[in-house]
């Protein structure tokens, strides 16, 4: 039973493994049409089996920024019917098309994410992300609606008004960041809104890197099961799910093609092997993108699901990190997301979702340095010393916590208030 079950898995992997490798060339020919593929391979590559991909040079987020506004179009710009950008906070934007054929095809995978989260023709989504020029809200509504469910498209609104929608149209799915969960909470127990009178049942948490320990606290603040769903412009958003039955983090595999890379010098790593995502499409027609370098730190936990409900996807641990975050200190490795949800965490509503966590490169020097900017205003000192022995104890590290004016961080509305300004590395 089980050497026919391997058998069958092979097989199977073998017969994906050459689909893959006939998207991959399709999209390298496609991808070969566009300004930035023709300038960076020269000569049209081919690849006759997987492992030929590493001969295949990797795309990074400069490449993309230089080959602004057109350099990855790789159609004629009269098939293009929609655009969207990277959020452009650090740089110029990158810019990703998308033709009627991709509007198609991109929704249709990502619907089988939502599937798996439960949702059907009778679910109720409301998304309180940014339409516009941010591809994950509509990408993902356009998912959602294929599967013929409920969407509200608040996007951005003030909490007050969120909760009336949520309230009012017994929404059952809200899609969220984090910090933006951990708001709106805050809303309700400040105004006496009962959990109970929404009639939510799960949570899709994304758009930020987040703990294990802040995804198990929204599950708890709100009573809800909380789904982690990955994806990026430059790529395509939603490709990456957290599956309800395992919990694994499937890849959309038959749209993209993801390797775990070491992100010094580019090697290839192994099933477990903690490195950087690299995502390469396979269908898109616009912009096609080869062997992006994501950022994000993660290792490939199967090449080939067995649980039913993702069966033969490739399988990632969450995403928790970015390659230009993680922090050394004194032999420490320190994790700015994490460091984040667990002052986040332990502060609870006594602070304001605003914090600046300053690290020095000379680090010898000076100790890192967390500012944030506390609600109460008579026992702040134990409240800092409280949490400077926590982070002690969590980190082996002694921060410096200093207590800044709300208006240190300028002027955000509450809406769009986001838990970390910045990890300044200066
Ligand atoms: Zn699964």
């Known amino acids: 039973m089980v050497q026919s079950y391997l058998l069958m898995k092979e097989k199977a992997k073998e017969a994906k493994d050459r689909q893959t490798v006939k998207a991959i060339n399709s999209t390298l020919r496609i991808a070969f049409l566009s300004k930035l593929y023709r300038t960076k391979f020269k000569i049209l590559p081919k ?43 650090t740089g110029r934007p990158t810019l990703s098309f998308y033709t009627k054929k991709d509007l198609e095809e991109g929704p249709k995978a990502i619907s089988i994410a939502w599937a798996n989260f439960g949702i059907n023709n009778k679910s109720r989504v409301q998304f309180m992300m940014s339409y516009g020029l941010f591809s994950g809200a509509m990408l993902n509504t356009y998912a959602i609606q294929s599967l013929g469910a409920f ?13 009336q929608l949520l309230q009012e149209f017994g929404i059952d799915t809200m899609v969220a960041t984090p910090s933006y969960y951990l708001h709106l909470y805050d809303h309700l127990i400040q105004n006496n809104i009962p959990i109970k009178s929404l009639k939510l049942k799960r949570g899709i948490v994304a758009g930020e890197v987040y703990s294990d320990k802040m995804k198990k606290k929204i599950s708890e603040l709100f009573c809800i099961k909380v789904f982690d769903h990955y994806g990026l412009c430059e790529v395509n958003t939603g490709i990456i799910y957290e599956c309800k039955t395992c919990g694994g983090m499937a890849v959309l595999d038959e749209y993209v093609y993801p390797e775990i890379i070491n992100p010094t010098n580019g090697k290839i790593l192994k099933e477990g092997q903690e490195g950087e995502l690299v995502l390469t499409s396979l269908h898109k027609e616009a912009s096609p993108i080869i062997r992006y370098r994501t950022g994000d730190i993660t290792s490939i936990k199967t090449f080939f699901s067995k ?17 230009d975050s993680t922090i050394f200190y004194k ?4 994790e700015p997301f994490e460091l984040r949800d667990e002052i986040v965490l332990f502060t609870g509503d006594k602070m304001y979702n605003r914090i600046k966590i300053q690290i020095s490169e000379d680090l010898f020097k000076e100790k890192p340095k967390i500012l944030l900017s506390l609600k109460s205003s008579t026992n702040n000192k134990s409240i800092l ?31 769009k208030e986001k838990i970390v300004e910045y990890v300044d590395k200066k």
């Open 331 to 334: 032999g420490l490795k320190l």
């Open 307 to 323: 649980c039913p409900n993702c069966y033969g996807s490739v399988i990632l641990e969450r995403i928790k990190a970015r390659c």
């Open 47 to 89: 690849i006759s089996k997987l492992s030929g991909i590493q001969q295949i040079p990797l795309t990074t987020k400069n490449d993309l920024r230089k080959s602004y506004p057109y350099g990855n179009l790789a159609t004629d710009f009269s098939k293009v019917i929609e655009m969207h950008t990277s959020s452009g906070t």
């Open 385 to 415: 010393r409280a949490l400077q022995n926590h982070l002690r104890e969590k980190t082996g590290v002694t921060f410096l916590i200093e207590e800044v004016p709300y208006s240190y961080f300028g002027d955000v509305t509450s809406t």
């Open 151 to 163: 969407v509200l498209p608040s996007g951005i609104q003030p909490t007050a008004k969120q909760v």
